[in-house]
C-alpha cells in the first residue's frame, strides 16, 4: 500500500495522483516534468494550477485527465486507476468521465452548436437524452444559439459552447488548460463565472491551469508549482496575493502575469 501523504486528500476524492512522476528523455537529457507529485482534487470544488513557465502545469493535468501517462506512480480518477490501462479503456474513460475546455475553443467549424455540443455522446455511440443539449445550452446562456456555427460566434461564447460540450456527459472532472487564455478580460470574467456557478450550484469539479492570476482568483483553491513539484496551495485567495505568491516564484519572466504586475490585466 501507498502511504505518500496526499496534498488536500479527502474522503470524496475525485482525482487522487499519488507520487507521480514523469521524466521525459533519455539518461543523457532527462527532464523531471513531475517529481513524484502527491495531490488530490475533492468533488465540488474549482482548482487553479499556476507556476512558472515549464514548472509542468500542463503534464499535471495530461496526467490527471489521462491524457499523459506517468512514468511512474499513481492517478485514480473517480475511483478508477489509470495507470495500466490500455488506450481503448483510457479512451472510454475519457470520454464517459472527463470534459475538456482548451484554450483554442477547439469547435468543429462544420458543425451547429447543437451538434459540437452532442458530439462527445454521438462519439461514444450515445444518443443525447430528449431535451438534454437544449439544458446544457441553456446552462451556458445559448439557448437561442443552438443553430449557429461556430464562426458566427463570438470567443466568449465559443468558449461556452466547449463548456456545454463538456458538461453534456456529465462528467466527474472538467479540465480547462489556459480557458480563458484566447479571451479579453470582460469575456475571460463571464467564462469564469459560469465555471465557478456549475462547480458550486452543478456541483461540478473543476481543475484549470492558468498564467493569469484574476483567473486564478475564482477558484476555491490555487495549487502552486516550481520545477515539477508541488510548492504552495492557498485558499480563497484575492488575486494580488495570488500574484505576489507568483513573483516569490520567480514567474514575472513570463509575459502574462508581468502584464498583471504592470497594471494590464
Ligand atoms: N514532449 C516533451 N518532450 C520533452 N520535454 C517535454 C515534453 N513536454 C514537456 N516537456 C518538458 O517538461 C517540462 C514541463 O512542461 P509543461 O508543458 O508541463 O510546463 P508548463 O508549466 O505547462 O509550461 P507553460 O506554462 O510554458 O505551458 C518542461 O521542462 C518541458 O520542456
Not at 485527465?65 to 490500455?86: C, F, H, I, M, Y
Request: glycine share 12%.
Amino acid at each position: 500500500m501507498n502511504t505518500a501523504p496526499v496534498r488536500g486528500a479527502g474522503t470524496d476524492d475525485v482525482v487522487r495522483m499519488t507520487k507521480v512522476l514523469r521524466t521525459y528523455g533519455n539518461d543523457r537529457n532527462r527532464v523531471v516534468a513531475l517529481d513524484e507529485v502527491s495531490i488530490s482534487f475533492p468533488r465540488g470544488t474549482f482548482t487553479a494550477v499556476m507556476g512558472p513557465s515549464g514548472s509542468g502545469k500542463t503534464t499535471l493535468l495530461q496526467c490527471a485527465a489521462g491524457l499523459d501517462r506517468p512514468t511512474g506512480g499513481s492517478v485514480l480518477l473517480d475511483g478508477q486507476e489509470l495507470t495500466g490501462l490500455d488506450e481503448k479503456d483510457l479512451t472510454r474513460l475519457r470520454r464517459e468521465r472527463i470534459g475538456f475546455v482548451f484554450q483554442a475553443f477547439n469547435l468543429l467549424p462544420a458543425l451547429d452548436v447543437a451538434e459540437n455540443v452532442a458530439l462527445p455522446l454521438r462519439l461514444a455511440g450515445r444518443k443525447p437524452e430528449r431535451g438534454a443539449v437544449d439544458a446544457v445550452l441553456d446552462r451556458v446562456g445559448l439557448g437561442d444559439r443552438k443553430s449557429h456555427h461556430p464562426g458566427e460566434l463570438s470567443g466568449g461564447q465559443q468558449q461556452r459552447v466547449a463548456i456545454a460540450r463538456a458538461l453534456i456527459t456529465k462528467p466527474a472532472v472538467i479540465f480547462g488548460d489556459e480557458p480563458t487564455g484566447a479571451l479579453d478580460t470582460r469575456t475571460a470574467l463571464e467564462v469564469l463565472w459560469l465555471l465557478r456557478e456549475t462547480v458550486h450550484q452543478g456541483g461540478q469539479t473543476a481543475i484549470i491551469v492558468t498564467h493569469d492570476p484574476v483567473a486564478a482568483s475564482h477558484a476555491d483553491r490555487v495549487v502552486f508549482l516550481a520545477d515539477g513539484q508541488i510548492v504552495d496551495e492557498v485558499y480563497g485567495a484575492s488575486a494580488d496575493r495570488i500574484a505576489e505568491r507568483m513573483t516569490h516564484l520567480g514567474a514575472w519572466g513570463d509575459r502574462r502575469t508581468a502584464g498583471y504586475a504592470e497594471g494590464a490585466v
